[in-house]
Every structure is written in structure tokens, then in C-alpha cells.
């Protein structure tokens, strides 16, 4: 049985990714992203790779240097549970604090799976602490005044 490996998206994976993607966004589970959009943050896209097959992905995006949002997360529906997506968000979080020169940073999610990201040291807050995700995206969505999805959040201060 082929492992699950962690690796950064490259432009050869957009197809992949789309195709991971579509049937959540078609569930309205994460918003819909086109393979151009998905493209621009390629450098911040990862995969998650079973038999050089990719299973899984995560994109993390920055609002700032101290504020970053883990953005289209999504495992193939046969590898959920085994894994893949503690690794994609533990990786991305590793990425982040990497790249930010912040002491402390916010990381934040939008989701229908809070248990899952509080595994992960994420606790649940409101969308309203987000302002800028709201005035970036939300505002564009047709379900904004109906919106079930749960905020969560993960500072890490680094003093
Ligand atoms: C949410 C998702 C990315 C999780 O990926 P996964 O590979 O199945 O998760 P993991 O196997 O790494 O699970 C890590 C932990 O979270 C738990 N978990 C996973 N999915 C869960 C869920 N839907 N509800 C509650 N707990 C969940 C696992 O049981 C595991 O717990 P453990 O450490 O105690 O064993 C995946 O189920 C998915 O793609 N869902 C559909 C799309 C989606 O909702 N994306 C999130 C958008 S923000």
C-alpha cells in the first residue's frame, strides 16, 4: 500500500487540484476555484500524494504578515480518515510560520468541520474577527446572509 506524502503544488498539478476541488464546491462545501485561480497560488498550494496521484489539497493565503487563512482544503472522499488532511494543514501552518516574519500569527478557516481543525489546536470564533475575509470574499457570495460556516481560529504567538 502506497504511503500519503506531503509536497508543494506545482503548476503541472492544477488540473488534479480542479478536479479535487469540483465536487466539494459543487456540494457547496468550499467555494469554486478556477484552475487560473488556482494557479496564482500555486506557491502556496499543497498536495497531498498517494502512488504520485494527487488526493488531496490546501491553499493557504495571507492578508497580512500576521494573518493567514487555510483556504480549499479537501481530501479525496476514499483517503478521508487516514490522515492526509492532518498532514495538509500541519504543513501549511509549518509553511506560514516560515515564511511570516510576525512573532504571533493568526491562522484562520471557514468550515463546516470545526471538530476536525480543533483537533488540529483551532478553536471556534466568529467571522466577525475576520473582517478582512468578509469584505475579500464573503461579500461576493450569494449565501452571505445565510451563511452556516463556523470560524475557527489558531494564534500562534512565537515569544
Ligand atoms: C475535512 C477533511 C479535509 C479532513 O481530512 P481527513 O484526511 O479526512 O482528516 P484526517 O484523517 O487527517 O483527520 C484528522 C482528525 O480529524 C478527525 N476528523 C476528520 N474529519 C472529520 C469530520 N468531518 N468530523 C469530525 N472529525 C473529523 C479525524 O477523525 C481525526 O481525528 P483523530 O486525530 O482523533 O484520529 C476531509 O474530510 C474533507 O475533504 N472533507 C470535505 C471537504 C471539507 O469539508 N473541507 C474543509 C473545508 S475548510
Known amino acids: 500500500m502506497n504511503e500519503i506524502v506531503i509536497r508543494p503544488a506545482v503548476a503541472e498539478d492544477v488540473p488534479h487540484i480542479s478536479a479535487l476541488i469540483e465536487p466539494y464546491a459543487r456540494a457547496e462545501i ?4 478556477s484552475p487560473e485561480k ?8 499543497l498536495v497531498a500524494v498517494h ?8 491553499t493557504y493565503v495571507s492578508f497580512a504578515s500576521d494573518l493567514w487563512e487555510i483556504r480549499a482544503l479537501v481530501v479525496r472522499s476514499e483517503f478521508q480518515n ?23 500569527v493568526g491562522i484562520f478557516a471557514l468550515t463546516y ?5 480543533e483537533k488540529l489546536g483551532f478553536r471556534v470564533t466568529v467571522k466577525e474577527s475576520y473582517p478582512e475575509k ?12 445565510n451563511c452556516n460556516e463556523i470560524a475557527v481560529e489558531r494564534i500562534i504567538d512565537r515569544i
Open 30 to 33: 468550499v467555494l469554486p476555484r
Open 38 to 45: 488556482i494557479l496564482d497560488t500555486i506557491d502556496k498550494t
Open 51 to 58: 502512488g504520485g496521484v494527487p488526493v488531496g489539497t490546501v
Open 82 to 104: 487516514s490522515g492526509a488532511g492532518r498532514m495538509l494543514v500541519e504543513k501549511a501552518v509549518e509553511n506560514i510560520l516560515q515564511i511570516s516574519p510576525a512573532r504571533c
Open 113 to 117: 468541520v470545526p471538530v476536525f481543525f
Open 134 to 145: 468578509i469584505f475579500e470574499v464573503c461579500r461576493f457570495c450569494p449565501r452571505q446572509e
